[in-house]
């Protein structure tokens, strides 16, 4: 596990012991035992762009705000030049209202939809692929030393998937350090949180790297694409088709790190090999089903 000091050295970290994220329900094991399991919680939320409602999301409940915000940027319905008034949570309700200086609409987008393969079933309004025609990612290098520093203290860091399992994380990162670790249900939730602190705070993205612990699809790289955001990794495979666009918009991207190991099918000429794969300690390989975090 990790110590207190690494954990504080995000920006956000997880909280696992914060109440209401988890409960506790009794179940019985594989010899008639009984046994208390922490499991994760789970609510709806309805995000709403001024008198719009826009989508009813199943999350885990932490950071709303950051969530709504960060969802409507990534469906291109918040664009650079909108100026956001204000942020309204209402806890009882379960809603968020995010308020604009100009009227929106979106109902024609809201017609249009994709269903994606993103656990917690993520969903991609109106012509948010259509907008990477004009995306072009800068060609930032990335140190493998940072990947493997990454790797080692993400992966020790006190979550709530270590605490519960059943969640997915998504962690912003600048060179070595993690700077913001979000957890949800759905990994597009936690990406979606990251992209609205990233607005919210003003946070630059082209020297950023962004880790998940779930597979690289379609959705994780289109998401990592419209942030601005020039390298996706994580412990887990790849999409043929997350690869093909990530190929397209110039987007780094590095699967199956574990331990010394990781692939890149996608930015590999910006890599910069400055550590010895050999002085990384090596994690078992396991056969089957990797992880359970897809």
């Avoid at 204000?86 to 009882?92: A, K, Q, R, S, T």
């Avoid at 012509?127 to 030393?145: C, F, I, K, N, Q």
């Avoid at 962690?171 to 609205?196: F, S, T, W």
Wanted: charged letters at 25%; proline letters at 4%; one cysteine or more.
């Amino acid at each position: 596990m990790a110590t207190q000091d690494n954990a504080g050295s995000y920006l956000i970290a997880p909280m696992p012991a914060r109440v209401g994220l988890t409960r506790s329900v009794t179940g019985f094991d594989q010899t008639g035992a009984q046994i208390d399991l922490s499991v994760v919680e789970e609510r709806p939320l309805t995000i709403y762009l001024n008198a719009q409602e826009i989508v009813t999301a199943m999350t885990i409940g932490d950071y709303p705000e950051y969530l709504a915000l960060g969802f409507l940027r990534n469906q291109r319905m918040l664009g650079d030049d909108d100026v956001v008034t204000g942020v309204d949570y209402d806890d009882e309700l379960q809603v968020v209202v995010v308020r604009t200086a100009r009227q929106t609409n979106h109902e024609d987008k809201l017609k249009k939809k994709t269903r994606t393969s993103g656990c917690a079933v993520g969903t991609v309004f109106g012509d948010m692929m259509e907008g990477l025609d004009g995306v072009v990612l800068p060609a930032t290098p990335v140190r493998t030393s940072w990947l493997y520093a990454l790797s080692a203290a993400i992966n020790r860091t006190p979550s709530l998937y270590l605490e519960a399992g059943a969640i997915h994380g998504t962690v912003l990162c600048h060179q070595d350090r993690p700077l913001v670790y979000m957890e949800d249900v759905g990994r597009h939730n936690a990406v979606d949180k990251i992209a609205g602190w990233m607005l919210d705070e003003g946070v630059g993205p082209d020297d950023k790297i962004l880790y998940t612990t779930g597979r690289l699809t379609s959705e994780m790289v289109i998401k990592t694409a419209m942030m601005g955001i020039p390298v996706l990794a994580s412990r887990s495979g790849f999409t043929a088709w997350g690869v093909e666009i990530a190929q397209q918009v110039g987007l780094t991207l590095i699967g199956r790190m574990r331990g010394q190991r990781f692939v890149c099918l996608a930015g590999e000429d910006r890599l910069i090999r400055d550590a010895d794969p050999a002085a990384v300690q090596d994690e078992p390989r396991k056969s089957g089903r990797k992880g359970g975090t897809g």
